[in-house]
């Protein structure tokens, strides 16, 4: 028996998924997470996990995971003393930036803090321009000082970064070789290896922060694979990236970067298997967990991708998937403002203490409190009875904010989930409305392990009529990891204008980045038949400041290719800007190419439909506070594990399972379909 297991590691809970590849048997299993050593909590996860499924470690033949260490450590600041070796008179590029304001209008607003100090930003004399042409050659005696410099000012890491160093990077390349020379100890990388893109300042941030958390992320890797090594684990580990796809830990420890959204990535990776599984293409997923909720809009089963982001305050370009994180989970912690106003996050409760009913120690109410206090959530356990919750803890601490907003209890505690389904709103408006999307007419997809509880007033807010609920929603993160394949992205910027001269341009740079993948391919193993290539341009407008990516069809690059790429454009302007500029020249800038290594993936059966009636699955009934309802009402309580395929529920009710608990408001119907996720419609 040969059991693939995927393992995403949350603020809040280690979650775990295995799938055995013979009978295709899933099982679940979730564990507090252990913030002082995250690994920690992956091990024993891991271990109570096959435990659980009368197994060992030895047995397991996949191994993939995703994590939040690198994001913790960019958000808290808990990276290493970091140097910058950069050219001579661009030292300050890193603090200044694009002289933008955070928020124009705030008027207190403070900037990140610089992940290099001044002392520590070594300048050097080197000149490369535009055209690749060197005009002052690199000065080995001088960065030879200045990495003799930075490891005597203490700094553990060293980011490299010269200007046009994406176009030659020669003197990068040279400059990294002396580093590791003469400061062997240090974490050590140069902007060309790391984002071989143009934009200085942009380069130069995502530079220092592949540096800056370089060390963290090795560290951790390396205790993680010591205590998967003493649990038995033969195949290799993998580690999600912010794109979805998934590389060894070797590659993750060098690209730390890359890692920044690997934790929520794994979700929207499974949403997209899931949409093909039952045929809905267009879906917004919404991932709500303990400490955070990420959402994505996926259109014809496809999640946008961005070459570049802004990550808690720092600019960073690698690929990742369109992802967008509010601080609203259910630990998110509820309090009133200055202004008397009701208000809920970012600050979390996380895995300790937890939210007040965890009986930790904490005292100031979570949006877990409030769901127990309404009773939605179960007032006495949690994850199918292994936690044990106190109600009355939750009421004492519900009360206090009731008292300051001189509202009842209920009210109050309803206030708390009305302010995060809020926040919540305006995050999906973000990737829909903002973007030319209407979600009216898209498929809610909630999962994380408080997603489900919030998910049918987060779409009655939106006016979402279709909400899909997964099999096993608390651990779809760990899932995705069973249905990623391993992909790694080239990128390479060559400003050239769109125009019949412009074919040898984009073979040559495509070429190139083939020969990149090439490389890729053969260094993980990845047979001729498992390889897959996808080729997008980033384009825009001449004289624009941003670009859309187009995809390029495949095969040679012909008059019909350019044709493909212009109509692309056109198409993704209009959508994305509302019109499209027929006379202005369009400009060709960043060529990427995504090479796919195809694996075996978990794959599910569907099941015989068992018609409507659930009345097996009902374990008892429940009072539950709803202001749809007026208040209380009685509530049909329902084991998600004993539904069957066909099977429909009549809101209102609950269903509840290990990982998570699923609220059908009045007027609702939910349905299971043949893969056993649960299907929820407005006045179906």
């Known amino acids: ?68 260490v690198g994001t913790n450590a960019l ?17 300050d590029l890193l603090e200044i930036g694009r002289q933008k304001r ?53 700094a553990q890491a060293v980011a490299i970064c010269f200007l046009y160093g994406f176009v030659r990077p020669e003197h990068e390349a040279t400059a990294r070789r002396i580093v590791a020379e003469e400061f062997p100890e240090a974490f050590a990388c140069a902007s060309h290896e790391v984002a071989p893109e143009f934009r200085e300042f942009e380069r130069m941030s995502t530079a220092v922060v592949n540096a800056y958390l370089g060390p963290v992320m090795h560290g951790y890797i390396r205790r993680l694979a010591e205590r998967l090594k003493e649990l038995g684990l033969v195949t290799a580990p993998h580690l999600t990236q912010s794109n979805g796809g998934v590389i060894g830990f070797e590659q993750a420890a060098r690209l730390p970067v890359r890692t920044v959204l690997s934790g929520p990535s794994t979700g929207v990776v499974a949403a997209q298997e899931l949409g093909k599984m039952v045929g809905i293409p267009n879906l917004i997923t919404f991932d709500m967990g303990g400490t955070s909720t990420d959402v994505a809009l996926l259109q014809d089963g496809q999640c946008r991708m961005t070459g570049e982001a802004m990550v808690h305050g720092y600019p960073i370009k690698a690929p990742m998937l369109d992802i967008h994180t509010v601080g609203a989970g259910g630990g998110s912690i509820a309090f009133v403002d200055s202004g008397s106003l009701l208000k809920v996050g970012p600050r979390s409760a996380g895995a300790f203490p937890g939210p007040v009913c965890y009986d930790k120690g904490n005292t100031e109410p ?34 206090k904010l009731a008292d300051q907003l001189g509202l009842d209890l209920m009210a109050t505690a309803q206030g708390v989930i009305s302010v995060v389904t809020a926040n919540m709103a305006r995050a999906i408006r973000v990737i829909s ?14 999962f994380g392990g408080a997603g489900p509880l919030h998910a049918a007033r987060l779409a009655k807010e939106l006016e979402i009529r279709r909400i899909l609920v997964p099999r096993n929603p608390g651990i779809l993160c760990a899932m995705g990891l069973l249905l990623t394949d391993l992909r790694a992205d080239f990128a390479s910027t060559r400003l050239t204008l769109l125009d019949q001269k412009a074919a040898p341009v984009i073979e040559a740079a495509f070429a190139e980045l083939v020969t990149q993948a090439g490389h890729w391919f053969a260094e993980e193993g990845i047979p001729t038949d498992k390889q897959k290539l996808a ?48 006379e202005e020249a369009v400009q060709l800038v960043t060529f990427r190419v995504e090479a796919t290594g195809l694996v075996a993936k978990a794959s599910f059966t569907p099941q015989p439909d068992a018609g409507p009636n659930a009345s097996a699955a009902l374990i008892g009934k429940r ?19 004993a539904l069957k395929s066909g099977n429909r529920i009549a809101g209102p009710a609950i269903v509840e399972q ?7 408001l009045p007027g609702m119907m939910a349905r299971v379909e043949p893969y056993l996720n649960l299907i929820l419609e407005f006045g179906a």
């Open 1 to 68: 028996m040969t059991w693939r297991i995927g393992v995403d590691s949350g603020g809040t809970f280690c979650d775990i998924c295995l799938f055995d590849d013979a009978s295709g048997q899933v099982a679940v299993w979730k564990v507090s997470s252990t913030p002082d050593d995250p690994s920690r909590g992956i091990a024993q996860g891991v271990q109570e996990g096959v435990g659980n499924v009368g197994t060992d470690a030895g047995s397991i033949g996949y191994f993939g995971h995703g994590t939040t």
């Open 75 to 91: 958000i808290q600041h808990r990276g290493v003393p970091t140097g910058l070796i950069t050219t001579d008179g661009f030292r």
């Open 102 to 154: 955070p928020d124009l209008y705030d008027l207190q607003v403070d900037k990140p803090p610089v992940l290099v100090s001044r002392d520590l930003r070594i300048e050097v004399p080197e000149r490369i321009r535009h055209d690749g042409s060197v005009e002052i050659p690199l000065d080995e005696a001088a960065l030879r000082d200045a990495a003799r410099r930075l490891k005597a000012a203490g």
């Open 366 to 399: 979570a949006t877990t409190d409030a769901n127990v206090v309404l009773q939605t959530l179960n007032p006495t356990h949690l994850l199918g009875g292994r936690m044990e919750v106190r109600q009355d803890l939750a009421k004492t601490a519900i009360g």
């Open 433 to 446: 409305v903002q973007k030319g999307h209407d979600p009216r007419d898209y498929t809610l997809v909630a």
């Open 535 to 582: 080729r997008t341009v980033d384009m825009r407008y001449a004289g624009q400041n941003y670009e859309l990516p187009v995809a390029l069809p495949d095969g040679p690059v012909t008059e019909a290719s350019l044709k493909a790429l212009a109509d692309g454009f056109a198409a993704s302007h209009q959508r994305q800007y509302g019109f499209v500029a027929e």
């Open 623 to 641: 009072d539950v506070w709803m202001p749809e309802a007026n208040g209380w009402v009685s509530c049909p309580i329902y084991d998600r594990e």
């Open 658 to 664: 290990m990982d998570a608990t699923t609220v059908i």
